[in-house]
């Protein structure tokens, strides 16, 4: 199997689109050092040669746009969960990254006599939730309080998931050198850093809020064994933060409501704002799962509100989304009133491993 990344339309649709978003997700993963998925995902692709079980038929036969509906991963993700539960030990070895073994034969067999359990992680979207890339958000409003808004956010995110990133108030950072946040925290997160320092600026969080179409909730179990079979197993370091997030939940919950990104923002935006606070919305790779019609509809809301926002009640949006042009993770904020052109604020590891900061 080629492990040449392609540029294409993420909209792509048909037979040759999900080819091609295998071979992606395997270049993908071996440049994110995920190997070992990397490996399962190439396994799962052979199974399209001669589709010979209803899981391997569906995937070939996918409706839908395989890279948007991130289809590799919601395969792959249905095999971790086999392995983290113990119910396909047959997959050890290859978790293990064990050589001189037929990856395609042993995940065609898995399949095969575990379909039933399989099929249904089909249905929906890999829940990506990861503490490790809040620090971008923190490294953001960093840099929109050196702007000149209001260093007290009120943070609003859509794709919560579980909530893990509306917790970050209750985690440290080191940016750079850069301190942020309580200590020990919760979590720490040291990113590796490169490129100069963000800036250094007392900030405070006062709300965060959520919404999903799915939310999780980190407190049961089985919701949580969800989360974990879509972290790639060889990020030991997420599987530890799944569990520190976990114990956080139970603390006290994130704040979380179902809804679409669009019905959440636009009420969210009605709501009055306090003086001297900074409304801001944030999200990380999740932009790619929210259909066009709905991007739109947030990014209006956004421009309207932001029309009507003043220095002492202004408007942010920070994103840290995958530009599949490039092949980079980009964080770029918009800002109103005076900053309503986006603006590049660095490259990122997807899991949160190190920032390239350019703001």
């Known amino acids: 199997m080629s492990e040449r990344y392609e540029f294409v ?25 995920a190997p070992v998925t990397a490996r399962i995902v190439a396994a799962l692709a052979a199974l399209l040669d001669k589709p010979a079980t209803g899981f391997a038929r569906r995937i070939a036969d996918w409706r839908g746009a395989p890279l948007a509906d991130a289809l590799p991963l919601r395969a792959a993700g249905a095999l971790h969960a086999l392995h983290l539960a113990g119910t396909a030990r047959e997959l050890a070895p290859i978790y293990a990254d064990a050589e001189d073994i037929n990856d395609a034969a042993i995940v065609a067999g898995v399949v095969a006599r575990h379909e039933a359990a399989l099929l249904p992680w ?18 953001a ?25 509306l917790m970050i108030d209750r985690y440290h950072y080191d940016l750079g050198g850069v301190q942020v946040g309580p200590q020990p925290g919760v979590m720490a997160f040291t990113p590796e850093w490169r490129g100069t320092h963000p800036p250094q600026q007392p900030i405070e969080i006062v709300g965060l809020k959520g919404c999903d179409v799915a939310p999780v909730d980190l407190t049961d179990p089985a919701q949580a064994l969800r989360l974990k079979a879509f972290i790639w197993p060889e990020h030991a370091v997420r599987f530890a933060r799944m569990e520190a997030a976990v114990a956080a939940a139970r603390q006290k919950r994130p704040d979380i409501v179902r809804a679409t ?15 001297g606070t900074t409304r801001v919305l944030m999200h990380s790779i999740v932009w790619q799962y929210v259909p066009e019609d709905q991007q739109l509809r947030v990014t209006t809301a956004m421009e309207e509100a932001g029309a009507e926002a003043t220095p002492d009640r202004p408007l942010a949006w920070i994103a840290l989304e995958a530009n599949r042009t490039v092949h980079h993770h980009e964080l770029v904020v918009r800002y109103w009133p005076g900053g309503e052109a986006s603006k590049m604020l660095g490259r990122a590891h997807p899991h949160g491993a190190w920032v390239e900061w350019m703001g």
């Open 141 to 165: 409003m960093l840099w929109l309080a050196e702007q000149g808004l209001p260093p007290h956010f009120n943070c609003l995110e859509i794709g919560s998931s579980a909530g893990i990133n």
């Open 261 to 275: 990104a669009p019905d959440f923002i636009e009420a969210e935006l009605r709501k009055p704002q306090t003086k």
């Open 122 to 139: 089909l249905d929906g979207p890999p829940q990506t939730n990861e503490a490790g890339r809040s620090s971008n958000f923190i490294a």
């Open 9 to 33: 339309d993420i909209n792509a649709t048909g037979a040759r689109a999900v080819r091609t978003a295998f071979v992606n997700q395997v270049a993908y993963c071996r440049a994110s050092d």
